[in-house]
């Protein structure tokens, strides 16, 4: 086993937040306390911009009691960052971490931290300053190859599980087409839990659309016209980054106006221009009046009141295990999450460049045949991360109907 360090401890957060994010923050902190190599715990504001701008807090300092209440606080607690860092702003960093006797450096996001953490790592091996770096997993999307899931995807699964139950009873007591947007711009995972919400074989949502498949307006136009002839309504779930068979996502190929971020890629979650442009199709070229869409947007990514219990005390124990995996064992790599049995959990370390810059998406089989809903193989992988308390569909009147007593005229 190689020797531990002694020095200080730094951790960041990046990326987008979720709901038990903090945990695994909260986690990282109580297990570092109990380590006498580590002698300072340095929380970076705004993830690795904070770094290189020297915006720290001693979180040494934070009471027990507050780090409680901070764990079951949605969100970024130490604030986050969309930087993508490079050569130059990875020396940047080293230069950070050598001058604060950092030693231990924990990043708590997806596949764009565990890259910086590789970069940062090589640097300060070719300076030869011993540096601890512990990637410690965390997305809503889901896309972390080699993990069964991440941190942050089973609470925002059961978000949307729940909205859908809702909305379809909605879509049930006044029928029409509804589509919703939810976030996924390469993998379909989140989307897909709206699967969760059906409970009769009536149950929307009736179709679910996915990265995954390429997405062709027309077979679209002519699901829902089925589905709508069957039950008098329909009910869509449809991920953000739907695209057609060249790759094209359909956002850009239907709306007029597309929305770009600070590193050119498309702007999906903060826009309703896909709804919008899904809507009016169906309207134009049928029959179906009563059409409506929402964008979900980042209403899924922090909702407390949606927070999986599994997902807290996993995201908090991937916080613990990257701790004992750096400081008691001196390894450096991401913390990756495994599953055993009919439902249990196994922690590894594995290389960074193993998960740096990769995107894990929905396998075959997932996805129904059609490309248009997922299979029973889904519903059982995701059913047992939804957590506690957690019922599919709502209830339904079963008495049976008055007989009519006039004739209609």
């Given at each position: 086993m190689?020797?531990?360090l002694?020095g200080?401890?730094l951790i ?6 979720t ?12 297990k570092?306390?109990g380590?006498?190599?580590v002698e300072?715990?340095y929380?970076?504001l ?6 290189i701008?020297?915006?720290?807090v001693?979180l ?16 970024s607690?130490?604030?986050?960052t969309r ?5 130059d702003?990875?020396?940047k960093?080293f ?14 996001g997806?596949n764009d ?12 091996d070719?300076?030869n ?5 512990v990637?410690?997993p965390?997305?809503?999307?889901n896309d972390?190859v ?13 978000f949307?599980?729940e909205?859908?139950?809702g909305l ?8 029409g087409v509804?589509i919703?947007?939810?976030m996924?711009r390469?993998?379909?995972f989140l989307?897909?839990?709206s699967a969760l919400?059906q409970k ?7 179709l679910?659309y996915?990265?995954e498949r390429p997405?062709?307006i027309?077979?679209?136009l002519?699901?829902?016209k089925?589905?709508y002839?069957k039950h008098g309504?329909?009910?869509?779930a ?6 057609d068979?060249s790759?094209?996502?359909i956002?850009?190929?239907?709306s007029?106006?597309?929305e ?9 979650s903060?826009s ?5 442009a899904l809507?009016?199709?169906i309207k134009d ?6 059409v409506?869409?929402?964008t979900?947007?980042y209403?899924?990514r ?5 927070a ?13 295990i990257?701790?004992?995996f750096?400081?008691?064992?001196n390894?450096s ?6 599953r055993?049995?009919?439902y ?7 290389e ?12 075959d089989e997932?996805?129904n ?6 299979t029973?193989?889904f ?5 047992p ?17 008055v007989?009519?007593?006039i004739?209609k005229?």
């Amino acid at each position: 086993m190689k020797k531990r360090l002694r020095g200080n401890m730094l951790i960041a957060q990046g990326g987008g937040p979720t709901a038990v994010i903090n945990c695994s923050l909260v986690g990282a902190v109580r297990k570092a306390r109990g380590y006498e190599e580590v002698e300072a715990i340095y929380g970076s504001l705004n993830g690795v911009n904070g770094i290189i701008n020297e915006r720290m807090v001693n979180l040494s300092f934070e009471s027990e009691r507050n780090l409680n209440e901070i764990a079951y606080s949605p969100s970024s607690a130490l604030f986050s960052t969309r930087d993508k860092p490079d050569a130059d702003y990875c020396a940047k960093i080293f230069k950070v971490l050598e001058a604060h006797n950092i030693r231990y450096f924990f990043y708590i996001g997806g596949n764009d931290s565990s890259d910086t953490l590789r970069i940062v790592k090589e640097y300060a091996d070719n300076e030869n300053y011993d540096l601890c770096c512990v990637h410690i997993p965390k997305t809503v999307d889901n896309d972390l190859v080699l993990n069964d899931h991440t941190p942050g995807y089973p609470s925002a699964a059961r978000f949307v599980a729940e909205a859908f139950i809702g909305l379809d009873l909605d879509n049930r007591s006044l029928p029409g087409v509804y589509i919703a947007v939810i976030m996924g711009r390469h993998a379909g995972f989140l989307a897909a839990a709206s699967a969760l919400a059906q409970k009769y074989e009536d149950d929307g949502p009736h179709l679910i659309y996915l990265p995954e498949r390429p997405f062709d307006i027309d077979s679209f136009l002519e699901d829902v016209k089925a589905v709508y002839k069957k039950h008098g309504r329909c009910v869509v779930a449809v991920s953000e980054g739907i695209q057609d068979a060249s790759g094209q996502p359909i956002a850009v190929k239907l709306s007029e106006v597309v929305e770009k971020d600070a590193h050119g890629n498309v702007q999906l979650s903060g826009s309703g221009s896909l709804g919008d442009a899904l809507k009016d199709y169906i309207k134009d070229n049928s029959d179906i009046d009563r059409v409506r869409a929402d964008t979900f947007g980042y209403l899924q990514r922090s909702f407390r009141a949606c927070a999986s219990d599994i997902d807290r005390l996993e995201a908090e124990e991937v916080g613990e295990i990257a701790v004992i995996f750096g400081v008691e064992k001196n390894q450096s790599g991401s913390v990756t999450i495994s599953r055993t049995g009919d439902y249990a959990v196994d922690y590894k370390l594995v290389e960074l460049e193993e998960i740096a810059a990769k995107t894990k998406l929905m396998p075959d089989e997932f996805i129904n045949d059609a490309g248009n809903h997922v299979t029973d193989a889904f519903r059982d992988y995701l059913r047992p991360l939804l957590g506690s308390g957690f019922s599919a569909g709502g209830a339904r009147i079963r008495v049976p109907r008055v007989r009519p007593l006039i004739k209609k005229l």
